[in-house]
């Protein structure tokens, strides 16, 4: 894999590549790997398997030492492709808190931000093109 990010690359078993990609990706690939799936209502409801997250979706944590907790996405980290949830936080030795921060592949979101006019807008040509297709 050359040094420069490349939009042809197809894939590869070995991690170190796969981080390379993530890492050298740009903004616009990067919004993209920010997804996370929905839960069952909402697949129903737009016909979309996953969106990508924004501050203000209510999420449920599906794996590790928080599974099961729900919260509302207070913070969207582009850079390190990191989210954090409100409410869930870890307690230091010295006992400040700080944010618990999570992989969008692991949450599933229970309930949309829509107070975005360009993501609302977005959904609904979505549902037309689909029931287009029907």
Known sequence: ???????????????????KYRANAGTNTKRKLMSAN??????????????????????KVMAGEFKGKEGKLSLV???KM??????IQLTKKDGTKINS?????KLQIQELNLTDKKREE????KNKTAEVKK
């Open 38 to 59: 929905l839960s069952e209502e909402l697949k129903k409801k737009y016909q979309r398997k996953s969106f990508t997250v924004r501050t203000g979706d209510k999420v």
């Open 101 to 105: 921060m999570f992989d969008s592949s």
């Open 122 to 125: 977005s959904l609904k040509n």
């Open 1 to 19: 894999m050359k040094k420069e990010f490349s939009k042809a690359w197809i894939g590869s078993r070995q991690t170190r590549k796969q981080r």
């Open 77 to 79: 980290d582009m850079r």
């Open 82 to 87: 990191k989210v954090a949830i409100e409410g």
